[in-house]
């Protein structure tokens, strides 16, 4: 099946200091991906939508010049987290959407990146 | 845009018996309707999911069932176990190469106990 990696799976950074987040689909090209983030015991939520080739797409209340995102190429997008400080501290999430079966589009998820600013 | 609501937020029932997680969704226009399963500082793992052009779908132990009239969908575990112990969540969205973004109900805590 389908396989989406992220890289690091664990990311422990000072505060004002600035991470990357590599999403990428191991065997299946991606036109689309999305960033989620979750906060403990709480559900997934989605911050941006990532298109190839063009800027992502933010969703209300999400800072685009904090949580910079890039879809260079169809198997790769990367987050930024610029200037981090502690309340970014949570578990980020990417997924990609990809065709099965020739025919059928599925999303697909990676295994998250915790990160925690001190 | 969608709005999903999950229902219960917590659930604890005894090893063999059955488990059900309702949702609601808001946006007639979505077709595609997942659950899955999150451990404890993992990602979220799809266990089955369902299109709007299906009423019902099972995977052994576990069935998915659509009402898209009734704009809602539900998750049924049989003979649940005690690593069925987990946080559910259910999804919707629109399913296409565009794709829009699922979006997710708050989830549910599952625990079985022996």
């Known amino acids: 099946g389908a396989v989406v990696s992220q890289h690091p799976s664990r990311v422990i950074c000072k505060s004002g200091t600035s991470v990357k987040i590599e999403c990428r689909s191991l065997?299946?090209?991606?036109?689309?991906m999305f960033w989620y983030r979750q906060f403990p015991k709480q559900s997934l939520m989605l911050m941006a939508t990532?298109?190839?080739?063009?800027?992502?797409?933010?969703e209300q209340g999400v800072e685009k010049d904090k949580f910079l995102i890039n879809h260079a190429s169809l198997t790769l997008s990367t987050l930024t987290v610029t200037s981090a400080h502690p309340e970014d501290s949570s578990f980020y999430i990417c997924?990609?959407?990809?065709?099965?079966?020739?025919?059928?589009?599925?999303?697909?998820f990676g295994p998250g990146t915790r990160l925690t600013v001190t | 845009g969608e709005n999903v609501e999950q229902h219960p937020s917590t659930l604890s029932v005894q090893e063999g018996d059955s488990a059900v997680i309702k949702c609601t969704y808001s946006d007639s226009a979505s077709n595609y309707f997942p659950w899955y399963k999150q451990e404890l500082g993992k990602g979220p793992q799809l266990i089955i999911d369902i299109r709007s052009n299906v009423g019902e779908k099972k995977d052994q132990r576990i069935a998915v069932t659509l009402n898209k009239t009734a704009k809602h969908f539900s998750l049924h575990i049989t003979e649940t176990q005690p690593e069925d112990s987990a946080v559910y969540f259910c999804?919707?969205?629109?399913?296409?190469?565009?794709?829009?973004?699922?979006?997710f109900g708050k989830g549910t805590t599952l625990s079985v106990s022996s």
């Open positions: 997924s990609a959407i990809g065709v099965t079966s020739g025919v059928t589009y599925e999303q697909y």
């Open positions: 999804a919707a969205s629109l399913l296409n190469q565009a794709g829009t973004a699922l979006i």
């Open positions: 065997d299946f090209q991606a036109t689309t």
């Open positions: 990532s298109n190839e080739g063009s800027k992502a797409t933010y």
